[in-house]
């Protein structure tokens, strides 16, 4: 039961919800108000009734008897009016009052106030409707009132149908009014609901209208922000494949036309090649072969890079940039000086990533540097909470029209375009840099050549403490 119930709620709307509550909210309030109201009106009535049965009472008693032509009897059944009086007499038993009226209701309570053993006796007749006030009125009798509750339930009747009037219209109002707050406090969500059916059908990351500045307004606008995300995402992964697909048909274009070549000068009757033209096609089929690997592992990381990767691990920057030099030098095919210069350094990131990254910057000076040339490398710190690494070659530099491009993913230069190379080493490394909350540089060295900064954030890493040397004791 409670689970079938849990599922229609489920089923109900948050319009109807708000729509709901505020009714129940307003029903509940008014049912209160309005209880409170019945109750304080009927007790003051009440008061007053039986405050004004009391009055009467009094005056009844202590009214002079008058002479008829029969007997004595009570003034106060002269001026009887609206109400049943009588005299109740323990000696006969029997109660007297006026003639052509009706004896007031009385019950065994009223004898003991007769005979003096109790002051008043004041009681409901729920059976007629009367309320009843019987007082001592001399010795053996005593005087008993009654007025009828007829006036005072017609009241209460009909303030009691006025509030439940007023309720109903309140409740009614509260309906109306949460109806429209609801319309118009989740028109926001609405539009969201509609921007994300959109989404799903359609594809189209518009962003939404948003208006006001409420919750709802700050919720649209994160919608609004995860829109825009998701289409930088998508326009970049569109320009990735693009590129990629551009870069990838030159070399798969030119291994075809070799491989092709090869195939027809088998067939019975075609042109044989000499050994030299087999032995430069076979060059330049392996040569595309590696420039494909280059290009497909460098697509590969500059996917895993545009991934959101939160890497929290203390790194050493010194070993990482040593491992990379090391590395850097075993691919350094021509005669290249290393001059390195190296300052502690530790920062939270990823130790792979960043390694890539100068290996990368050492390549590109390697294959920018002349023969006998010089790589210069510095990891250095700059005293604002970080630290630069630099690298710079010997080679002619980076030209003017290239420098606000040379990150770009699949850029190269005039000269590049001759050497081996994918175009996304320095892309690699700009993302590495981002990433980590640095950024990277490219400039003019002193040296003539390109100088690339890679800036990072950390602080210095703490100098070894020295091994203690225990004092050497001597036999005396």
């Known amino acids: 039961m409670m689970e079938a119930a849990n599922g229609r709620l489920q089923r109900v709307s948050l319009h109807a919800r708000v729509t709901l509550l505020a009714a129940f909210c307003v029903a509940g309030v008014v049912a209160v108000v309005s209880l409170g109201a019945y109750m304080t009106v009927s007790s003051n009535l009440h008061s007053q009734m039986e405050e004004n049965l009391r009055q009467r009472a009094q005056a009844a008693v202590t009214a002079p008897k008058v002479n008829n032509d029969v007997a004595e009897i009570p003034g106060a059944f002269l001026a009887a009016g609206d109400i049943r009086i009588g005299v109740l007499d323990t000696d006969t038993g029997k109660i007297s009052y006026p003639k052509g009226a009706v004896a007031p209701p009385i019950q065994p309570a009223d004898f003991d106030v007769a005979r003096g053993l109790s002051t008043e006796n004041f009681w409901t ?25 007829k006036g005072l339930n017609t009241t209460l009747g009909k303030l009691s149908v006025v509030l439940f009037v007023i309720s109903g219209l309140g409740v009614l109002v509260a309906a109306a009014a949460g109806t429209a707050v609801a319309r118009t406090g989740l028109r926001p969500v609405q539009r969201l609901t509609e921007a994300t059916e959109r989404v799903a059908n359609t594809g189209d990351l518009r962003p939404i209208p948003v208006s006001g500045d409420d919750e709802l307004a700050l919720l649209s606008q994160r919608f609004n922000s995860m829109l825009g995300a998701l289409a930088e995402s998508q326009e970049r992964q569109r320009r990735l494949v693009a590129d990629a697909g551009h870069e990838l048909r030159t070399p798969l274009t030119s291994m075809r036309t070799n491989l092709e070549l090869l195939l027809a000068s088998e067939r019975p009757g075609a042109p044989t090649l000499s050994d030299e033209d087999k032995a430069e096609i076979n060059a330049d089929v392996r040569a595309q072969l590696d420039e494909l690997t280059q290009l497909i592992g460098d697509l590969v990381e500059l996917a895993r890079e545009d991934a959101p990767q939160f890497v929290h691990e203390p790194v050493d920057l010194v070993e990482v940039v040593e491992r990379a030099l090391d590395r850097a030098k075993r691919r350094a095919t021509g005669d290249v000086d290393f001059r390195v210069r190296l300052q502690p350094w530790t920062l939270l990131g990823d130790s792979s990533a960043l390694e890539r990254a100068v290996m990368n910057l050492l390549d590109n000076a390697v294959k920018f540097s002349p023969p006998g040339g010089v790589v210069r490398l510095d990891l250095a710190q700059l005293g604002d909470g970080s630290a630069v690494i630099e690298v710079a070659d010997s080679g002619t530099g980076i030209a003017d029209a290239d420098l606000p491009h040379v990150f770009d993913r699949f850029y190269r230069s005039q000269e590049a375009r001759t050497l081996p190379g994918s175009g996304l080493g320095l892309a690699i490394v700009k993302q590495v ?28 890493a703490p100098l070894p403490a020295p091994n203690p040397v225990s004092p050497s004791s001597t036999p005396g």
């Open 433 to 460: 840099a981002e990433r980590h909350g640095g950024a990277a540089y490219a400039g003019r060295a002193p040296e003539g050549g390109a100088l690339f900064t890679l800036r990072l954030p950390g602080r210095p």
């Open 125 to 149: 007749d729920t059976r007629t409707g009367f309320q009843v006030l019987t007082l001592p009125y001399g010795d053996g009798q005593a005087m008993v009132i009654a007025q009828s509750m």
